[in-house]
């Protein structure tokens, strides 16, 4: 049996006079296999991950414990031998490919730059016919000119799929990717952690998987190590920690899992609060040099229709029309054809006056709720901008109104703090508290759980339907979360290229789908097999890390 190619040993690391924020963590990594760290944010999975390359953030330090690849300590490296550590013997894929990328560089100039550096006896037309070789490996049609093409030229998934090209081209022994996928549809997930797995076989590569999500484990990793503020509570074969937990927080991190739920059925003779009929949405696509500039529909003919008190979810691959869809509506972007009608009032003809009391009326949710909350102004000042359209309430009464929205989010004494000083789940509760606070009849929510872990997605998803039987609001629910989907929504529309390949009541799309791409969605999405898993865990989670059939 091949020796561990990564042990971590008695693993501290703090601020220096100061607390902990990993406290005595061991685990090994075996040649070729994959070991998933789990845990909520802030457990301290990725610090663990950070120190095996020597890249914590200023201000954190390894107080104590070893770190140790193929045997040898590393904990302490020099410089020069850190250099040749990473990316050479240890490849790294972060989370946001287009924060890794030089958006200001060729694709081809940043691949090579690895080569240049751990391969310096390699020729440039050797290091480019290696970089054009993995690039088809990782299934890039045409390569040779993507390396001449920018970062922002592609999707989310294609930049994950270079990244790790120019990862592993380097052969190294331990991959450590850090929530790799954690932006990504259920297609494009599958297809990239497919591609890592095979990738690091072949060379055999060990795989350090820091997620918070544990269909992405079930399916993956032989073994799992779950953090909880620091400390190691649980670590052993995948499925005997996520099929039989025995420590509590591991329990709550399985029990988080969206579960489908007895909803009750559409109303179809319910009020109609939104309706769209045959939506069209035309993007211009700016010509570059010797090239003309081209027109890219990105919805196509969608209709559909939201009733009073109904979940309406919008699912679909990355670039499948399914935000465009919501924009549009909202008119953030502007359609080049169809109609739209809030409870009879065309929209497409609305004038001034009429787009401003449909925009009270109706608000949206986004998908970061750091970048939609202004760093400048206090939680109780933002979620009361709506207010301030609102004429003939007193400022007692709007501080009521404030202080109530914060209660009904669990927010009641943040009134005075900043964004900055809130969770990622806590400021996105400031964000639906400011959307509900007018009492709108239709929220619009884009990917509203997407940069979430587990625990903080089902408290969200559980506000979402508390919030929606206390107030009665329609919801539109755009996400790639399938799981998600089947525990909130009544009804499912699945779009792909611009348009609706299929839609129906929520259990009749998930258990007897007609359409090809709906049950290619289905498939891949790990969260919602593991959704269906009984107490036990043993009847779709096998110990090598795949789901059994």
């Known amino acids: 049996m091949m020796g561990n190619v990564l042990d971590i040993t008695n693993l501290k690391i703090g ?18 296999e994959v070991v998933a760290v789990v845990g909520e944010s802030g457990s301290g999975k990725t610090m663990v991950a950070r120190s095996v390359l020597g890249l914590l953030p200023p201000g954190l330090v390894r107080v104590s414990g070893g ?9 302490d490296a020099p410089w020069n031998r850190l250099r040749k550590l990473r990316g050479g013997e240890i490849g790294m894929v972060f989370q946001e490919p287009m924060v890794s990328l030089n958006p200001a560089l060729r694709i081809g100039a940043q691949m090579e730059e690895g080569l240049k550096i751990h391969r310096p006896g390699m020729g440039r037309a050797e290091r480019r016919a290696l970089c054009v070789e993995m690039l088809r490996r990782v299934g890039i049609a045409d390569a040779e000119r993507c390396l001449q093409a920018f970062p922002h030229e592609f999707s989310g998934g294609m930049r994950q799929r270079m990244m790790l090209a120019s990862v592993m081209m380097l052969k190294p022994r331990l991959l450590v990717a850090d929530e790799p996928t954690t932006a990504l549809d259920s297609l494009t997930q599958r297809e990239v952690l497919d591609l890592m797995v095979e990738l690091t076989r072949e060379t055999g590569t060990a795989v350090m998987l820091i997620t918070h999500d544990l269909g992405v484990v079930s399916r993956y990793a032989q073994r799992c190590v779950v953090l909880e503020k620091g400390r190691l509570v649980e670590t052993g074969p995948t499925a005997q920690v996520i099929g039989t937990p025995q420590e509590p927080y ?19 003779a319910g009020e109609v609060v939104l309706t769209v009929e045959n939506l069209a949405v035309t993007f211009r696509r700016r010509g570059g040099l010797f090239q003309r500039a081209t027109d890219m529909q990105a919805v196509k003919g969608v209709d559909l229709t939201v009733r009073a008190g109904e979940t ?6 990355s670039g499948s029309g399914k935000t465009t869809l919501g924009r549009a509506i909202l008119r953030l972007v502007e359609p080049s054809g169809g109609a739209i009608h809030f409870k009879g009032m065309p929209l497409m003809q609305a004038g001034r006056g009429g787009m401003q009391r449909f925009r009270m009326a109706c608000q949206l949710i986004s998908q970061d709720p750091y970048s939609s909350l202004d760093p400048r102004m206090r939680v109780g000042d933002i979620v ?35 964004p900055h000083q809130l969770s990622g789940g806590q400021r996105q509760r400031v964000a639906i508290a400011r959307a509900l606070i007018r009492r709108p009849e239709l929220v ?53 290229e611009g348009c609706i390949v299929e839609q129906g009541e929520t259990e009749a799309v998930f258990e007897r789908s007609d359409h090809p791409y709906t049950r290619a969605l289905l498939e891949a999405s790990p969260a919602l097999a593991l959704s269906r898993m009984r107490p036990n ?10 789901f059994g059939r």
């Not at 309406?312 to 691959?317: F, I, K, Q």
């Not at 400022?395 to 703090?417: Q, T």
């Not at 865990?537 to 110990?543: F, K, N, S």
């Open 67 to 75: 770190i140790a690849l193929s045997g040898e300590a590393i904990e």
């Open 15 to 32: 601020v220096p006079g100061a607390g902990l924020v990993v406290d005595d963590v061991s685990f090994s990594v075996g040649a070729g």
């Open 384 to 418: 009361g901008e709506p207010l301030r359209l609102l004429d003939g309430m007193s400022a007692n009464g709007k501080h009521a109104r404030i202080e109530e929205a914060l209660a009904e989010v669990g927010l009641a004494d943040y009134g005075r703090r900043f």
């Open 537 to 546: 865990g043993r009847a779709l989670c096998r110990q090598d890390g795949v």
């Open 312 to 317: 309406v979810a919008v699912v679909g691959g």
């Open 250 to 268: 591991t329990r709550r991190l399985v029990e988080a899992i969206p579960r489908p739920r007895p909803r009750d059925g559409v109303d179809h």
């Open 444 to 496: 619009i929510a884009d990917e509203p759980i997407s940069a979430l872990d587990m625990t903080i997605q089902k408290q969200i998803l559980d506000l979402l339907e508390s919030l929606q039987r206390s107030h009665g609001f329609s919801c539109l629910f755009i996400s790639h979360d399938l799981a998600a989907v089947r525990q909130i929504a009544n009804r499912v529309i699945v779009m792909q």
